[in-house]
Nanobody, 117 residues
Framework: QVQLVESGGGLVQPGGSLRLSCDVSGFTFSTYWMCWVRQAPGKGFEWVSI????????YYSDSVKGRFTISRDNTKNTLYLQMDSLKSEDTAVYYC??????????WGQGTLVTVSS
């Protein structure tokens, strides 16, 4: 059964940090590009970051570059997003997704991150 399960969201103050995890099962995790996508309240989806199967090709959106770090542990089938220096505009539901032929074809259920004082 294919599953992507995010965790680690919550309430954090501006300037704080959170680490999101995405546990994957049901496909060969190490062979796929994986990404994080977010959706702020009342807005559309925004791509956040992506990395390849080996974890050595990494890209970030300009809005998070220098503050967020994407990584993966292929021995644990887990994708991570370390989020530092969080801002109120980072408030969103964060989704991990598998990329297949440049399209995010499998998504998790999402985890809510709220940045507020």
């Amino acid at each position: 059964q294919v599953q992507l399960v995010e965790s680690g969201g919550g309430l954090v103050q501006p300037g704080g940090s959170l680490r999101l995890s995405c546990d994957v099962s049901g496909f060969t995790f190490s062979t796929y590009w994986m990404c994080w996508v977010r959706q702020a309240p009342g807005k559309g989806f925004e791509w956040v970051s992506i990395l390849n199967g080996g974890g050595n090709l990494i890209y970030y959106s300009d809005s998070v570059k220098g503050r967020f770090t994407i990584s993966r542990d292929n021995t644990k089938n887990t994708l991570y997003l370390q989020m530092d220096s969080l801002k109120s505009e980072d408030t969103a539901v964060y989704y991990c997704a598998r990329h297949n032929f440049n399209i995010p074809d499998l998504w998790g259920q999402g985890t809510l991150v709220t940045v507020s004082s």
